[in-house]
């Protein structure tokens, strides 16, 4: 198979350096257990000598591997046979510019732009991974996948499964955790949903046991052929900028994949000539939940030429079980405090001269009340992304001019408890976002109530217009 050739699977230690053929189905370095990169033979791939060459795509628009936002660049990512290829047209997203958000974030109008992934198939960027980590069970012969989920993982991979009618899923999720809407998708498209009495970090460890015992083909980011998709994200980027390179990419972060792939995209893209300049990557946790915050920022935890002081992560990691501290934070897409693609996030800070931040629920709830207000709106999580475009401004890290993209993750549909809470607040959801340190509601879009009578209806309407 020719595309065999070009790529293979190698070891992310470099000191180990192990490859293996892409033909093998593995989460893990087997020989020294670390993280497994997709890596090519850039001289034997067919790269386009410009970026420009992929926009001929937008005329192929009945080529269902054309029309696919992830696939239109295959050859960025050439691990598949054309016809081995699991797509559901996915990756139709928008770059947008926001002026209230830039605003908001005290930046210059058209200086902030925001990535809306919540518009793919699954409604979260996670189906530019799915339908790569899909293509690949299929090459691979798989009949069931798994994975285990906050939520938007499950909904992606039960969609694809679904769709494709080509393998079976089993969803893992935490009890208690995961918001409707993503457990309405799981459910609805038919995955087997297995709800396990404790959080995210117990199910990822479970699903992994069982896809090792089982044969299950393990679809986390731990998988890295998902990452390879969701390379496609910045592709897509660079594209809505004519090509040009941004200054900043903020994105939230929480296993790590999508910072992890953002890394290697821009430096593949960088070895291979198709860019000049890197743009700096920041990367944004939830207070609650700040694990890369805290080894990045605090301890000093680096990508280090590929030597990583595994130490020092184990040593964190064992206080957090000591101090039986659990991640907690309304953005429950990034309640994770055990991020599977730690190392591979470290590269990619390397690599993009990156920085990590915090911001709370507060923070997160008030810019995603900014961004639904300016646009078409996102899930908590994504927000976390613009409350760290404000921070970095406000002290100074990012300066006025720069251009901002920040990545909006989810769709706005994805949990409206939180958004209903935000805005309505009845004394119940109140209690649920002040369990959280969220004790103000400053841009709340209040519900008006009246009563069924045509006056004071009238009031009501031209109290609240604008104008
Ligand atoms: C999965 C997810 C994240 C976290 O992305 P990682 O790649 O795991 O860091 C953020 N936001 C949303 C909406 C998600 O679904
Ligand atoms: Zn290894």
Avoid at 85 to 97: F, R, Y
Wanted: charged residues 20%; hydrophobic residues 40%; contains cysteine.
């Amino acid at each position: 198979m020719r595309s065999s050739e070009i790529a293979f699977q190698r070891c992310l230690n470099t000191t180990c350096g192990s490859t293996f053929s892409i033909s093998e189905v593995l989460t893990r370095c087997s020989r020294c257990g670390d993280l497994l990169d997709v890596d090519y033979d850039w001289s034997r791939a067919r790269v386009p000598g410009s970026l420009r060459e992929f926009e001929a795509r937008w005329s192929e628009r009945l080529n269902p591997l054309s029309y696919s936002g992830v696939w239109r660049f295959r050859e960025l990512l050439p691990f598949a046979p054309d016809e081995q290829i699991v797509t559901i047209g996915e990756g139709q997203t928008q770059l947008k510019s926001s002026n209230a958000v830039a605003r908001y974030c005290d930046l210059p109008e058209g200086t902030v732009l925001l990535q809306y992934e919540g518009l793919n198939p699954s409604g979260s960027f996670k189906d530019n991974g799915m339908t790569a980590a899909s293509t690949h069970a299929r090459m691979t012969g798989a009949k069931q996948a798994a994975c285990a989920s906050t939520g938007n993982t499950s909904a992606s991979l039960a969609i694809y499964g679904g769709t494709s009618g080509l393998f079976g899923v089993v969803v893992f999720v935490g009890s208690g955790k995961i918001s409707y809407g993503k457990l309405s998708q799981a459910l609805d498209y038919g995955a087997l949903t297995v709800q396990i009495r404790g959080d995210f970090d117990d199910a990822m460890r479970q699903v992994q046991a069982v896809c090792q015992r089982e044969g299950i083909y393990l679809c986390n980011s731990v998988n890295p052929f998902r990452l390879e998709g969701q390379k496609t994200i910045i592709y897509r980027i660079l594209e809505s900028l004519g090509w040009e390179v941004p200054d900043w990419i903020v994105v939230p972060g929480g296993n790590l994949g999508n910072s992890s792939s953002f890394g290697k995209a821009l430096s593949e893209l960088k070895q291979l000539g198709l860019i000049q300049k890197l743009p700096r990557l920041a990367v944004i946790n939830a207070a609650g939940s700040d694990t890369l915050y805290e080894l990045y920022e605090r301890r000093g935890s680096r990508w280090n030429g590929g030597q990583v002081d595994q130490a020092l992560i184990d040593g964190f990691y064992a206080e957090l079980d000591a101090s039986g501290k659990r991640a907690e934070t309304l953005a429950t897409a990034i309640q994770i405090s055990r991020p599977v693609n730690l190392k591979k996030a470290l590269r990619a800070l390397d690599v993009c001269d990156g920085v990590v931040r915090r911001v709370t629920d507060q923070e997160i709830l008030d810019a995603k009340a900014q961004i639904g207000a300016g646009g078409f709106g996102c899930e908590p999580a994504s927000a976390a992304s613009v409350a760290g475009a404000r921070l970095l401004r406000r002290e100074g890290t990012i300066a006025p001019g720069e251009r901002v993209v920040c990545i909006l993750t989810g769709h706005q549909l994805k949990d409206p408890t939180a958004t209903v809470a935000y805005h309505a607040g009845d004394a119940h959801s109140r209690d649920d976002l002040l369990k959280h340190g969220v004790e103000r509601t400053p841009f709340a879009n209040r519900p008006v109530a009246v009563a069924n009578e045509i006056e004071e209806i009238l009031r009501a309407v031209r109290a609240g217009s604008v104008g």
